[in-house]
């Protein structure tokens, strides 16, 4: 069973900067990543994405703030936040996307308030 384990989240405030890590079990070469988000109440969605050889896709709410980047070298994903907002407060998870086909890891939660 592929294991995801994402970490780096924590308390921000407004205009702060985060990066995300997501350490993955196998080898990610073959497969698209993403990170997902869960706000409070919602539904989880995908906000980024990296194919294999980085063509990268942001959801509108992050684009030009967020960067997704991947080292398949050592099967880890990351996502670095900048100028986050309270409305990207959540749990964040990483798997393969669009589909997720991989177990949920225990995400990471970010929390932007003042």
């Known amino acids: 069973q592929v294991q995801l384990v994402e970490s780096g989240g924590g308390l921000v405030q407004p205009g702060g900067s985060l990066r995300l890590s997501c350490a993955v079990s196998?080898?990610?070469?073959?497969?698209?990543m993403g990170w997902y988000r869960q706000a409070p109440g919602e539904q989880r969605e995908l906000v980024a994405r990296?194919?294999?050889?980085?063509?990268?896709t942001y959801d509108d709410s992050v684009k030009g703030r967020f960067a997704i980047s991947r080292d398949n070298s050592r099967d880890m994903v990351f996502l670095e936040m900048n100028n986050l907002e309270p409305q990207d407060t959540g749990v964040y998870y990483c798997?393969?996307?669009?589909?997720?086909?991989?177990?949920w890891g225990q995400g990471t939660q970010v929390t932007v308030s003042a």
């Open positions: 196998r080898n990610i070469n073959s497969y698209t």
């Open positions: 990296s194919t294999s050889s980085s063509i990268k």
């Open positions: 798997n393969s996307a669009p589909t997720p086909i991989f177990t």
